[in-house]
């Protein structure tokens, strides 16, 4: 598993601007939640995006007893960066799942299946203290 400040870390510079114009629509029905997986705290977090106009549906899981950059995460978002790029190498560290790809190892795309965000979960990152926020205001 992956940690939230890692995959920042990895995400290049040109993702890193693109994600400034990607607009944070709203929490998503699911919102952030507390529930217990294998015994262990795990805060889901999710939202809405939209940056040229798509909607996409990003979800970060925390692994731990907080919201916070140095959690384990898993992520996921519906965007096509996501589906064709980093879906298979982000499952495979068990960061993530195979919810949108076909799941054929992107040769192409991203052949040494380096692991880092797209510009929509890269985005919803920056939320973490509104997140820790709407926790703290019993959301």
Same mark, same amino acid.
């Given at each position: 598993?992956?940690?939230?400040? #890692?995959?920042?870390?990895?995400? =290049? +510079?040109?993702? @890193?601007? %693109?994600?400034?114009? /990607?607009?944070?629509?709203?929490?998503?029905?699911?919102?952030?939640?507390?529930?217990?997986?294998?015994?262990?705290?795990?805060?889901?977090?999710?939202?809405?995006?939209?940056?040229?106009?798509?909607?996409?549906?990003? #979800?970060?899981?925390?692994?731990? =007893? +907080?919201?916070? @950059?140095? %959690?384990?995460?898993? /992520?996921?978002?519906?965007?096509?960066?996501?589906?064709?790029?980093?879906?298979?190498?982000?499952?495979?560290?068990?960061?993530?799942?195979?919810?949108?790809?076909?799941?054929?190892?992107?040769?192409?795309?991203?052949?040494?299946?380096?692991?880092?965000?797209?510009?929509?979960?890269?985005?919803?990152?920056?939320?973490?203290?509104?997140?820790?926020?709407?926790?703290?205001?019993?959301?």
């Amino acid at each position: 598993m992956q940690r939230l400040s #890692t995959l920042v870390k990895n995400t =290049p +510079a040109n993702i @890193q601007a %693109a994600s400034k114009k /990607v607009r944070v629509a709203h929490f998503n029905e699911k919102g952030v939640n507390l529930v217990k997986m294998d015994g262990r705290d795990v805060w889901e977090v999710e939202y809405k995006t939209s940056g040229t106009g798509e909607s996409h549906t990003c #979800t970060v899981k925390f692994f731990g =007893p +907080a919201i916070k @950059q140095e %959690a384990l995460v898993w /992520v996921s978002c519906d965007c096509e960066d996501f589906r064709y790029r980093l879906e298979y190498a982000l499952t495979m560290k068990n960061s993530s799942d195979r919810l949108y790809s076909t799941f054929r190892p992107p040769l192409k795309t991203n052949p040494k299946n380096l692991t880092r965000l797209c510009k929509h979960l890269l985005k919803i990152t920056g939320l973490i203290p509104q997140a820790q926020n709407y926790l703290r205001a019993g959301g």
